[in-house]
């Protein structure tokens, strides 16, 4: 759970200027209760939530990590 203080909080909730993993914990976590909140504690609400957090980490690692990764290993070599 992202507990920042409340200042940060605040500032958060007007702003989208994320300093730190913590605080992108604190943006995920209130998207997340907010779907929650409008569609109501279930399984299916929970599962989507958990889906599309799921989805997007997959979608992230394909897109960005994995080149990435490729790179460097061009540059500094295999480890296998």
């Given at each position: 759970?992202?507990?920042?203080?409340?200042?940060?909080?605040?500032?958060?909730?007007?702003?989208?200027?994320?300093?730190?993993?913590?605080?992108?914990?604190?943006?995920?976590?209130?998207?997340?209760?907010?779907?929650?909140?409008?569609?109501?504690?279930?399984?299916?609400?929970?599962?989507?939530?958990?889906?599309?957090?799921?989805?997007?980490?997959?979608?992230l690692y394909r897109r960005k990590v994995v080149p990435y990764e490729?790179?460097?290993?061009?540059?500094?070599?295999?480890?296998?």
């Amino acid at each position: 759970m992202p507990y920042i203080d409340k200042r940060t909080r605040s500032y958060l909730n007007t702003s989208m200027d994320i300093n730190g993993p913590g605080e992108l914990n604190y943006m995920l976590t209130k998207i997340c209760k907010l779907y929650i909140e409008k569609f109501g504690e279930s399984y299916k609400t929970y599962n989507d939530v958990v889906g599309a957090l799921e989805s997007c980490k997959l979608e992230l690692y394909r897109r960005k990590v994995v080149p990435y990764e490729e790179m460097k290993m061009e540059q500094n070599g295999d480890v296998y």
